[in-house]
């Protein structure tokens, strides 16, 4: 097949062999931070060595990342675009704006959020929504991030679902449809590359693929008006990539998992969907995939099946190996490989030209310099307005605390009990966060309780006046049913015993609403779907009756 983009910024699909062509189908993980000792996951993340061995040895077309501040990944991707001989697509899952991931810049609350807001106004829930988009992108271009890993598109119509459950916009495909289009479009006002995950519709699910393979039984029907609509939306509004799901759906393939399946990728995504950009799998790392299948057949399956991008081989040379090897023996065409690779290069094409030059331009791709940091675009007040009016008008009080400060620093008003799943790696709970901060200056002691660890409870006769706090949502890897039991047993004794003076829950609505039915009338309690900081200042506020300057106040529309 002949190059399409022989005038562009990058070499003719032609003019690579076929290792090199398969290597630019390859995405590998790293971390974030600079160093190697700072790496948090060394069995999935690439240290220095690898990365240069994958980047100029190998051709490797792309790079994940995960953990480290905004100002580390700007200096991180300038690194790793000065390796690779060609353009890099580098990309992350900030579903929740590039502060979720990366510490300094804007951290949104979860899109289902959204949803929350949509039910009272849609017309400001889309605008919203499409400035989530917008600064999202905005904030990823200027530490080198290309390839922006969202929206969810899946519809989470499965209050158990471990995976996606609060990642979702919504609980039904018109209103997902409506509001990941919306950030779709906010996203597409800078070169960015978006991506609707996960097809063909992760939603009704109680299984997490990270450890196992979850089964859809809908027929094609149902699949047609749930899952299928809200790709058919990104689709229509530009979405770049779509995500492939680690599921088994008999009625698409009744022998492999969506990911390896040609019915499912080729088929229906591509030639039912109408869908021409890129086809990424899930990442081939996840239980769902390496249970069954080794990590080169998986990879292999993964090319048949139609997917362009391989995201996270276990063994990224020897994938790149085996798609070779199948080439060679007649089981996958030359002409299916520079198919993706054709794609891959309007994408690439598309993420480059945040450089300045024009397509037709003939400047040549070896020399083009890395993308320079913006460290001053991130977390500006206007961007952070608008995670802030999400968290607002989102948010849930009823009541407020009957406090008042104690008349000297030994004087004890109560225990601020907070349970969260993991203490010991929780982002949002330093010393000085709101959650911890504010109710000690009322006068409470404070009473972390962690589910990893010893979660007994006391003595009912031990019990203080107590203010509860619960971060919860779904928690992929581990799911949330044991924070679950042990929130509702805190709960249950602290009602027993008299002592519940007021209940915050952070993150899951489905949480908020099982003990919010427990509550008795007269009680005061709070539901936010963030657990950042900003979230815990302001429900707090809140439920304490305290003035925010400007905590009320509407968002400015965030222009570029």
């Keep these: 097949m002949a190059s399409t ?99 300094g810049a804007t951290w949104f609350p979860p899109p289902m959020a959204l949803e929350a807001i949509a039910q009272q106004d849609w017309l400001r829930a889309l605008d919203l929504a499409e400035q989530f988009g917008a600064v999202t992108a905005q904030e990823a271009l ?28 919504g609980q039904s495909p018109s209103q997902v449809s409506g509001l990941t289009s919306a950030f779709i479009r906010g996203a597409k006002r800078q070169s960015v590359l978006t991506a609707a995950k996960h097809f063909p519709g992760h939603g009704d699910t109680a299984v997490d693929s990270h450890l196992a393979l979850p089964i859809i039984p809908h027929d094609r029907q149902r699949l047609e008006q749930i899952e299928f609509e809200p790709f058919r939306a990104a689709i229509a509004a530009g979405v770049d990539t779509v995500v492939t799901a680690h599921l088994q759906v008999p009625a698409l393939d009744a022998q492999y998992p969506a990911t390896l399946s040609h019915a499912t990728l080729t088929e229906t995504l591509r030639q039912d969907l109408g869908f021409d950009g890129l086809i990424v799998t899930d990442a081939l790392i996840m239980g769902a995939i390496t249970q069954t299948y080794g990590p080169y057949e998986a990879a292999v399956l993964a090319v ?43 994408a690439k094409q598309k993420a480059t030209s945040l450089l300045g030059l024009p397509p037709e331009s003939c ?3 070896e020399h083009l310099p890395p993308p320079p940091v913006q460290l001053d675009l991130l977390a500006q007040p206007s961007f952070r307005s608008v995670a802030a009016a999400i968290l607002h008008e ?30 010991l790696n929780c982002p949002f709970l330093g010393r000085t966060a709101s959650a911890i901060a504010l109710p000690q200056q009322y006068g409470y002691r404070l009473k972390l309780i962690d589910t990893q660890g010893c979660c007994r409870l006391p003595d009912p006769a031990l019990l203080q006046p107590s203010l509860l706090q619960v971060f919860i949502r779904g928690n992929p890897f581990r799911g949330s049913a044991s924070l679950t039991e042990v929130a509702a047993a805190w709960l249950q004794a602290l ?15 489905y949480a908020f609403e099982q003990f919010r039915a427990d509550l ?41």
Excluded: K
């Excluded at 200027?142 to 916009?169: E, K, Q, S, T």
């Excluded at 605390?401 to 799943?421: A, W």
């Excluded at 005061?524 to 400007?550: R, V």
């Design 520 to 560: 008795p009338e007269g009680v005061p309690y709070a539901f936010t779907y963030g657990q950042m900081p900003e979230a815990q200042t302001q429900i707090l506020s809140a439920l304490l009756g305290l003035t925010i300057q400007g905590l009320a106040a509407r968002d400015e529309d965030f222009t570029d």
């Design 394 to 423: 989102s948010a849930t009080v009823q009541g407020q605390l009957d406090l008042s400060r104690p008349n000297s620093s030994n004087e004890v008003q109560g225990d601020n009990i907070i349970i969260v799943d993991d203490g």
């Design 363 to 365: 400047h040549a791709w």
């Design 304 to 346: 048949e099946a139609g997917a362009d991008v391989l995201l996270m081989p276990v063994d990224p040379e020897g994938a790149i190996n085996a798609v070779c090897e199948a080439v060679a023996v007649g089981r996958i065409s030359e002409e299916r490989i520079s198919a993706s690779v054709e794609r891959l290069w309007r």
């Design 142 to 169: 200027a530490i080198g991030i290309n390839w922006v890993l969202a929206p969810v598109v899946d519809v989470n119509n499965n209050p158990a679902n471990p995976v996606i459950n609060v990642r979702a916009f």
């Design 5 to 103: 983009l022989s005038s562009s910024i990058l070499p003719p699909v032609e003019s690579l062999s076929l290792a090199e062509q398969v290597a630019q189908m390859v995405v590998v993980r790293t971390s974030g931070h600079l160093f190697d000792h700072e790496i948090r996951y060394p069995a999935w993340e690439a240290d220095q060595e690898q990365l240069r061995h994958y980047l100029q040895d190998l051709g490797v077309g792309g790079v994940i990342l995960l953990g480290g501040s905004a100002a580390e990944v700007g200096v991180r991707s300038q690194t790793l675009q000065s390796l690779a001989a060609i353009p890099l697509l580098i990309a992350a899952d900030i579903e929740e704006g590039v502060g979720q991931r990366f510490s």
């Design 495 to 509: 009602l027993g015993a008299d002592c519940l003076q007021g209940l915050v829950i952070y993150g899951s609505p």
